[in-house]
Structure formats: structure tokens, C-alpha cells
């Protein structure tokens, strides 16, 4: 039987999720996803009117087939979260049953059950400004769109996952060294995304059997990265520096997550595995 994957965080062909459900559906598996609900009507749009086409081939010439796209924003884990001022935005009026809760439920009811969970999602408000100069607003609000959403992913997901089933998000080196630009509390959230793959790997590893590991990517520029505003920077840098140096491809993380959700990875569990053509390990820049 091929396995079935949910991929949460995907509503254009640029990023790491896009690239993740790729592979993914190279190696056999079957695609779901998750689309945040402001971006789901130009993402759906576009794939039905063929812009994604050429993004879509695969190795073996095929077109990268999805399952279903379901609406979601993983800021909300059950309908009693959600405020008045959202329920009633337009954006969001057209879709239903979109908080992570009755994401899973939905899943649940359409296929019974997955075997890999991506998440490639993150969200800081205040992302271009300082950490000294964060609000608390902006600095929780990063935590709860970027960590804590992983969590509640898990939480809801991890009933319906399949024994030997495996998780997977995408992090940041910002967690653990300094990257100035990288702000508003989002090295905050990678360093809480990074702690919580472990924990999480014990605790879905003894209750599930389900591993959680966690890419540590090098810079690509997707929709979100241009929105920090200094990614062409960062990859510069990481040409000039990293001891590989060449751009990076976000197939090349692709391939990390189909390797990781696979059974050649059955013994990793609780790892940040860095995929960044090994600028993590610089000591200084050249
Ligand atoms: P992306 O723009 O392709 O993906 C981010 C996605 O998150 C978007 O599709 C957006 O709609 C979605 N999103 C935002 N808030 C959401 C919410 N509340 N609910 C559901 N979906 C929501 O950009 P990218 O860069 O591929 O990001 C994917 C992951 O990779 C993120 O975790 C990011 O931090 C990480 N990453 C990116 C790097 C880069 O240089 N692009 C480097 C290292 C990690």
C-alpha cells in the first residue's frame, strides 16, 4: 500500500512544502494539502488553470497529482478559538471547518488514516523588526503561528497516523546563532520548533510509534522569505561561505523529508538535520 502524506503550509509552487510534497509523490505516496484559508482561492485557481503544470513533473514524466487541498489556518485549533473579526472576514467566509481540529477530523472522515505529517509553515507579524524592539503581541504571535501550531498538528493528527508513521517541519540555524534581520521573535519559535522536536519524539515515539525530526534548511527564496526582506543576502552568503558553494535547491530538502519519512530513516527520531549545504558548520564567514 502507498503511504499517505498531509503536507501543511503549501499555497504556491516556491517553497519548501511544494518541493516536500514533490518528492513525496516521487517516492509513491499520496499528496494531501493544507492551504492557509487567505491564500487558498488563487492557490486552487492556479492549479486548476494549469500555472502549476510545469512545477508539477516528476521524474518519471508524470504530473505531481494531489489528492485534496484542505482549507487551513493552524492558529486556530477548534472552532471556539476563532474571534468574531475572522469568522466574519471575507477571505474566510467562503471556507469551512479550517482549524487544525477539523482539518484531522475531515482527513479522518475522507481517508481514515496518513502515515507522514509536514509541516512548512511559519508566521512572525513583526519578522523585520529587532527582538529588542518585539511586542509582546508580535513575538506570541510568531510562537503560536510557527511552534506551537507544529504541536497542535501532532495532537490532532497522531490518532489517525499509522504505526512507524513519521513528522516532519522545516527550522532555522537562527535558532541557535545569531541572524540579524531574523526577527520578531521567529529565532524564538525555531529555537521552541527545535526543543519541541524532541520532547515530541518521545512522547509520539513511546504513545504512537511516530517519529518527529525536524530540517534545518538553508535559505531559499519562497513567498515568506521574501517577505523578511533579506533573503537574497542570506544566499549570497551562504554561496560565498557555506563549505558547498552553490544555491541551494528546494528539492534538495525535498529529498531529506522523503528520505526521513521513509523506512530507510527508521531509527532517526528527535534530530535537526541540516540540509544547507553545510554553512551550519562554519565557525566564520570567508
Ligand atoms: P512558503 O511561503 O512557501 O511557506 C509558508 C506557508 O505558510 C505559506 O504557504 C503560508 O500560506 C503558510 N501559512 C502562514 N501562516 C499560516 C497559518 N496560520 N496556517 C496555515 N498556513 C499558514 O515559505 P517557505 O520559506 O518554504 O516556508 C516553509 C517553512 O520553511 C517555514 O517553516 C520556514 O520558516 C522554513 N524555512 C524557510 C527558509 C527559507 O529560506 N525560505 C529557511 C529555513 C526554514
Redesign the pocket.
Known amino acids: 500500500r502507498g503511504k499517505r502524506a498531509f503536507i501543511?503550509?503549501?499555497?504556491?509552487d516556491?517553497?519548501?512544502?511544494?518541493a516536500i510534497a514533490k518528492q513525496l509523490a516521487a517516492a509513491g505516496a499520496e499528496i494531501l494539502l493544507?492551504?492557509?484559508?487567505?491564500?487558498l482561492n488563487i492557490f486552487e485557481s492556479s492549479l486548476r488553470r494549469g500555472k502549476f503544470d510545469e512545477s508539477r513533473i516528476l521524474p518519471d514524466g508524470s504530473l505531481m497529482e494531489i489528492t485534496k487541498v484542505y482549507p487551513?489556518?493552524?492558529?486556530f485549533d477548534n472552532p471556539d478559538d476563532v474571534p468574531e473579526d475572522i469568522k466574519s472576514n471575507k477571505r474566510y467566509l467562503g471556507s469551512s471547518k479550517w482549524t487544525v481540529k477539523e482539518v484531522a477530523e475531515s482527513v479522518k472522515e475522507d481517508f481514515g488514516s496518513i502515515d507522514i505529517l509536514v509541516?512548512?509553515?511559519?508566521?512572525g507579524p513583526e519578522v523585520v523588526k529587532p527582538l529588542m524592539e518585539t511586542s509582546r503581541y508580535g513575538y506570541l504571535a510568531a510562537i503560536s503561528?510557527?511552534s506551537y501550531?507544529f504541536i497542535s498538528l501532532l495532537q490532532h493528527f497522531a490518532p489517525i497516523m499509522n504505526p512507524g508513521g513519521a513528522s516532519i517541519?522545516?527550522?532555522?540555524?537562527a535558532s541557535e546563532r545569531i541572524i540579524p534581520g531574523y526577527g520578531g521573535g521567529?529565532s524564538s519559535a525555531?529555537a521552541a520548533l527545535e526543543s519541541d522536536t524532541r520532547v515530541l519524539a518521545f512522547e509520539a515515539g513511546r504513545k504512537h510509534r511516530l517519529r518527529v525530526n525536524t530540517?534545518?534548511?538553508?535559505?531559499?527564496?519562497?513567498?515568506?522569505?521574501k517577505a523578511i526582506g533579506f533573503?537574497d543576502m542570506?544566499i549570497d552568503y551562504s554561496s560565498a561561505n557555506a563549505p558547498l558553494p552553490k544555491e541551494l535547491s528546494?528539492e534538495e530538502v525535498g529529498n531529506v523529508a522523503a528520505f526521513l519519512a521513509s523506512p530507510l530513516a527508521s531509527a532517526i527520531t528527535g534530530s535537526v538535520v541540516y540540509v544547507d549545504n553545510g554553512l551550519n558548520a562554519m565557525g566564520v564567514g570567508v
Open positions: 501543511a503550509g503549501v499555497a504556491d516556491n517553497g519548501y512544502g511544494w493544507g492551504t492557509w484559508v487567505p491564500a487551513l489556518d493552524a492558529v509541516h512548512s509553515l511559519a508566521n503561528a510557527s501550531s517541519s522545516l527550522t532555522y540555524i521567529m525555531k530540517i534545518s534548511a538553508g535559505p531559499l527564496r519562497s513567498r515568506a522569505a533573503i542570506m528546494a
